[in-house]
Nanobody
Framework: QVRLVESGGGSVQAGGSLRLSCAAS????????VAWFRQAPGKERWGVAR????????YYDDSVKGRFTINRDSAKNTVYLQMNSLEPEDTAIYYC????????????????WGQGTQVTVSL
C-alpha cells in the first residue's frame, strides 16, 4: 500500500504562485508514475501534470504548460507541483495520484490518491 498526503494549497491572487507537495509513504518502490489532477465544482477530475519517476519524463496538459512544473525530491519521497502565473480558472481541489505502471493522465489508471488540497485564485 501507498499513502499520499498533499499540502500547500491556499488562496492567492491572479498572477501569484503556490507550491503543492505530495508526500508518499509505504511501498513507494512500486510507484512508476506520479501525477497531479484537479477538480473544479461541477467538473470532472482532470490531469494536469505527470512524472514517470524512474526515467524523469514529465508531461503537462496544455492548460498549464509553461506555468506549472512537476518535480520530486527522492530523498524525501515527495513530489511537488510548482504553480506560477495562476489564473482564476486554476481554482480547484488538487489531488496527487500514483500508479505502479507508466501511465498517462487518465484518472482510472491510478491506484492511489491523496485527500486533496484546495487552491483558490481570485482576481
Amino acid at each position: 500500500q501507498v499513502r499520499l498526503v498533499e499540502s500547500g494549497g491556499g488562496s492567492v491572487q491572479a498572477g501569484g504562485s503556490l507550491r503543492l507537495s505530495c508526500a508518499a509513504s509505504g511501498y513507494t518502490d512500486s510507484i512508476r508514475t506520479v501525477a497531479w489532477f484537479r477538480q473544479a465544482p461541477g467538473k470532472e477530475r482532470w490531469g494536469v501534470a505527470r512524472l514517470h519517476t524512474h526515467v524523469g519524463i514529465t508531461y503537462y496538459d496544455d492548460s498549464v504548460k509553461g506555468r506549472f512544473t512537476i518535480n520530486r525530491d527522492s530523498a524525501k519521497n515527495t513530489v511537488y507541483l510548482q504553480m506560477n502565473s495562476l489564473e482564476p480558472e486554476d481554482t480547484a481541489i488538487y489531488y496527487c495520484a500514483a500508479s505502479s505502471g507508466r501511465v498517462g493522465l487518465l484518472a482510472s489508471l491510478y491506484d492511489y490518491w491523496g485527500q486533496g488540497t484546495q487552491v483558490t485564485v481570485s482576481l
